[in-house]
């Protein structure tokens, strides 16, 4: 039990080591967002693994609000690039349509 | 051995099982997200990375877990990454499609149906 958590949680850390390769060497800007959401979840991969670990249960709760912020920061990053701003409510639709009709041509 | 042993040993075996196929999933996707072509083709590895190697550990996890309400705390991390990680993956795509990235299509074309047999189809 304790060798099959640990094999995982290097398994996970190799992964997040490429992840952050690709956060750097990533073409695009999306490649870049996408690896940052990759790497969030397997922070939280990591977070419970090592809760199971070192028996430490509020690792869980850090993991809780680390898969939150990381959905948040990734709608939030994909936001600032397409609107250019962070002030404008994604539910009115004329003012999205029109901020399309500007910054895409 | 009795019922309560049998029943030790195969929450054993099967939380390693899950475990193990979960970790092959991740580093599946991490390798995919090295090594593929294309941004879509990338997203598609990750996407497989973020449901099925999540969702496999965590419930690997539940299977070892010592009381009910580290169960009831994983259960809510597995139902938060299962509900947010293929938004995020939709919303990025969503972006890339709209910010007018094309899929890489003239490398990896099939071959034409008149020339199958004779090669790779490059």
Known sequence: ?105 | MNWGEIVHYALYAVSVGSMALGLVFVIAGATGVMRLPDFYTRMHAAGVTDTMGAELIIMGLILQAPDWQTVAKLLLAGLLLFLTSPTATHAIANAAHRAGHKPRLSRFHPPHPSEAGKGEGQ
């Open chain 1, 1 to 105: 039990m304790e060798l099959i958590n640990f094999l995982v949680a290097l398994g996970v850390a190799v992964a997040m080591a490429i992840m952050l390769a690709r956060l750097f060497v990533g073409p695009t800007l999306y490649d870049r967002v996408l690896a940052m959401n990759s790497f969030g979840t397997k922070t939280v991969l990591f977070l419970l693994v090592f809760s199971a670990i070192a028996g430490r249960q509020d690792a869980i709760d850090i993991a809780l609000l680390y898969a939150l912020i990381n959905f948040v920061a990734t709608v939030a990053i994909l936001k600032f690039f397409r609107y250019r701003s962070l002030e404008i409510a994604l539910a009115q639709m004329s003012l999205r349509k029109a901020l399309d009709g500007e910054y895409e041509k």
